[in-house]
């Protein structure tokens, strides 16, 4: 087991069903090489954050405590999301469970299985180093059309997070996108997240939205850009869920042949 980050903390956020999944099992709980997804990411964190991983659980919380619990070297702490309100909230749900040493939040999920230790590492790292409030994690893609595009400043610092829908033709052909995946400060998360509003099409809490708030309110963000857009695949149905299984075909036959 890696040395753990300093006074760093992870969320992963496992709450969800999944509906394009197609099937009644929680969507982290689908498998890859017999290992629920949720696994994989609960691994990845617990190199980086040593106790400090807390998993938010809803849909199905006992067998996805199960999933992690009997598949990761070191226990995880869990917390429960009784409502699936938005990632706002599950995050929400899990800050009492941190420890009081804690000063920066990595937030993952749990249907996002090819992140590695390493990319975690050097996000909260970055996002140290840089005596940031916030610091995001992206990657370019060749065609970036349906994500959320990343908007920065002249001087790289980020201005804020535009989806597809509302994005104007210029920002159509920014390739840097959103992963969803972020490191904050935990004074910042305490003061942002209680401000959020559900007032949206889906009447949930947007984490994205903390962005924004932190732009107005002048904080120092920016971003860590990934190369490998593979690390950060989401698992959102059966086809995207052969894909990261593939993958990780390949993976291990790279690593099997270079030990």
Same mark, same amino acid.
């Given at each position: 087991?890696?040395?753990?980050?300093?006074?760093?903390?992870?969320v992963?956020l496992?709450? @969800?069903?999944?509906?394009?999944m197609?099937s009644?099992?929680?969507?982290?709980?689908?498998e890859?090489?017999?290992?629920?997804?949720?696994?994989?990411?609960?691994?990845?964190?617990?190199?980086?954050? &040593?106790?400090?991983v807390?998993?938010?659980? &809803?849909?199905?919380?006992?067998?996805?405590?199960?999933?992690?619990?009997?598949?990761?070297?070191?226990?995880?702490?869990?917390?429960?999301?009784?409502?699936?309100?938005?990632?706002?909230h599950?995050?929400?749900?899990?800050?009492?469970?941190? $420890?009081?040493?804690?000063?920066?939040?990595?937030?993952l999920?749990?249907?996002?299985?090819?992140l590695?230790?390493?990319?975690?590492?050097r996000?909260?790292e970055?996002h140290?180093?840089?005596?940031?409030?916030l610091t995001?994690?992206?990657?370019?893609?060749?065609?970036?059309?349906?994500? $959320?595009?990343?908007?920065?400043?002249?001087? &790289? &610092?980020?201005?804020?997070?535009?989806?597809?829908?509302?994005?104007s033709?210029?920002?159509?052909?920014?390739?840097?996108?959103?992963?969803?995946?972020?490191?904050?400060?935990?004074?910042?998360?305490?003061?942002?997240?209680?401000?959020?509003?559900?007032?949206?099409a889906? @009447?949930?809490?947007?984490?994205?939205?903390?962005?924004?708030?932190g732009?107005?309110? @002048?904080?120092?963000?920016g971003?860590?850009?990934?190369?490998?857009a593979?690390e950060?695949?989401?698992?959102?149905?059966?086809?995207e869920?052969?894909?990261?299984?593939?993958?990780?075909?390949?993976?291990?036959?790279?690593?099997?042949s270079? @030990?």
């Amino acid at each position: 087991m890696s040395v753990p980050v300093p006074s760093c903390g992870v969320v992963i956020l496992a709450a @969800g069903l999944g509906k394009r999944m197609k099937s009644d099992m929680a969507k982290v709980l689908h498998e890859i090489d017999g290992r629920a997804m949720v696994a994989y990411v609960a691994e990845a964190a617990l190199h980086v954050a &040593g106790q400090e991983v807390v998993v938010v659980v &809803g849909y199905q919380a006992d067998q996805v405590r199960s999933a992690v619990s009997t598949s990761v070297e070191r226990p995880v702490r869990f917390a429960l999301q009784k409502e699936q309100l938005g990632t706002g909230h599950a995050v929400s749900c899990a800050m009492p469970f941190l $420890g009081e040493k804690v000063d920066q939040v990595v937030i993952l999920y749990g249907d996002v299985p090819l992140l590695t230790a390493r990319t975690i590492r050097r996000l909260a790292e970055d996002h140290s180093a840089a005596q940031r409030e916030l610091t995001v994690l992206g990657v370019q893609m060749k065609d970036p059309t349906g994500y $959320g595009r990343i908007l920065t400043d002249g001087d &790289g &610092g980020l201005k804020g997070i535009v989806e597809e829908a509302d994005a104007s033709p210029e920002q159509k052909r920014i390739d840097q996108i959103n992963t969803g995946i972020y490191c904050v400060s935990r004074a910042f998360l305490a003061e942002t997240l209680p401000l959020l509003s559900a007032d949206n099409a889906q @009447g949930e809490y947007y984490l994205t939205d903390i962005v924004k708030l932190g732009y107005r309110q @002048g904080r120092r963000m920016g971003m860590v850009l990934l190369p490998d857009a593979d690390e950060v695949i989401g698992v959102n149905s059966l086809e995207e869920l052969n894909r990261a299984r593939q993958i990780m075909t390949v993976r291990s036959r790279l690593m099997g042949s270079s @030990g």
